[in-house]
Each structure stands twice: as C-alpha cells, then as structure tokens.
C-alpha cells in the first residue's frame, strides 16, 4: 500500500483485515513522501478496511497492490497523468514538490522497469526541445534508479489540429537522450503509421488518441520487445 505523507495532512490512517480492531496505523504528517507499507495477511480473499478515525483530518492513499509472494508475477503500475506535459516543470510529469506526481512517485515506487512514453502533449504544445531534454532527462534519471528504462516515442498527431507540432524535433532530444542514458528508444511508427493513414484504417480516435486497435498494435509492440 502507498501512502502520501505531507506537511499539511493531520490525519492517522489506520486498517485492519476483515474486520475487528485495528491492527496498524500510520500517521500522515510530516515531509513530502510516498509511503510503503506492507500488510501481510494469510493466503486467501480479504477485505482491507482503511479508516482515517479523525473526520476533519486528512489522510491519503495512493494505490493498493495485492499479490501473492510465493508467486512470480509481473504488475503494470500507470504513473502517468493525463494532459500534463514533461516540458513544463512547475505542473509537469517532471515536477519534483509532491510525491505523488510522476517523477517523484517513481522513486518510492522502485519498478524494475519502466517505459517512459511522453512525447505526444509536448509536441502538440511545441515545447522548446531544449527544455522537453532536460526535464526528461530528470524523469529518466529518477527511473534508472530501481531498473531500466524503455524510451517509448508518442504516436503522431493530426498536423492539422495541432499546425505548431514538433514531434520530429523532440524524437529527436528523445533518441540523443537514449544514448547517452543506455536507454532503448522505440518508436510506434514501425507498426503504426502517420496520423492521416492511422485514421483511414480506424486506428485513431481523436486528433492524437489511438482507439483500441491502435493501442493494441503498440502493446503488441512493446510485448515483443519485452
């Protein structure tokens, strides 16, 4: 279980396991941070009852992964955010003041492999590359701390929509930024093409989202890799 501790919550989560006393606590005050905590019980179906006893307190949760540790297993955890950009560093995927945004998050977190595919929201926004460069370069620096990295390129927009786009110039900050971290860079455009001819074959929803098909030829893609 995650938890997000700041300077400003005042609540104490406490739980317990399918009822009855509690049986651990945590407080939620203190420096920014994104808590682990694991709560152990038998192998079996449970009901994990969290309670943050003081009703004018604040306390939160981030995410709950259940698991059996006898078993390997793989989890896909989404650290993402919709409509944020990388380039934009005080609101951005790369900003660093709150554990639970991106960059930040993914240093308690600590996956063995993560696959960074942020290309599209600054390319429509015509982010300066210079900029794009470096606030990915915190974001893979920070995710090269628990594992390796895939350097996954964005899908290409509808040009008309969006006439400013720089996608080819931010692929390329993106491929430079894979060599010199010993990334894999991996772009979609080799089983998915251009935005136009995406959108005849019914690949695209909107403007710059894939549909189910869509999503589906670049998981085909990256399953491969893997």
């Known amino acids: 279980m995650w938890t997000i501790r700041t300077p400003s919550n005042t609540g104490t989560l406490t739980w317990d396991v399918d009822g009855g006393a509690p049986t651990g606590s945590l407080l939620q005050t203190g420096a920014n941070a994104l ?32 698991y059996n540790s006898a078993v390997p297993a793989v989890d896909v955890i989404n650290a993402g955010c919709a409509t944020l950009t990388v380039g934009t560093s005080s609101t951005g995927l790369a900003r ?5 945004a991106s960059a930040s998050a993914i240093t308690y977190i600590a996956p ?36 390796d990295v895939i350097l996954l390129a964005g899908f290409e927009s509808n ?19 894979a060599a010199t971290n010993n990334c894999l860079y991996v772009t979609p455009d080799i089983v998915i093409g251009g935005w136009t001819s995406n959108d005849a074959l019914g690949l695209m929803y909107d403007n710059f989202h894939p549909t189910a098909n869509g999503y589906q030829r670049l998981a085909d893609m990256v399953a491969g890799l893997l």
């Open 35 to 66: 808590i682990t905590t694991t709560i152990s019980p038998t192998l079996g179906t449970h009901t994990l009852n969290l309670t943050n006893p003081a009703s004018a307190a604040t306390a939160y949760f981030s995410a709950i992964v259940c």
């Open 96 to 100: 660093s003041d709150t554990p639970y």
């Open 112 to 147: 063995d492999l993560t696959i960074i595919c942020c290309t599209i929201n600054d390319a429509n926004a015509a982010t300066s590359p210079t900029t794009y460069a470096a606030s990915m370069q915190s974001v893979i620096t920070n995710c090269k701390l628990s594992g």
């Open 159 to 177: 040009f008309n929509a969006f006439p400013a786009n720089n996608r080819a110039l931010l692929l390329a900050q993106l491929q430079a930024l």
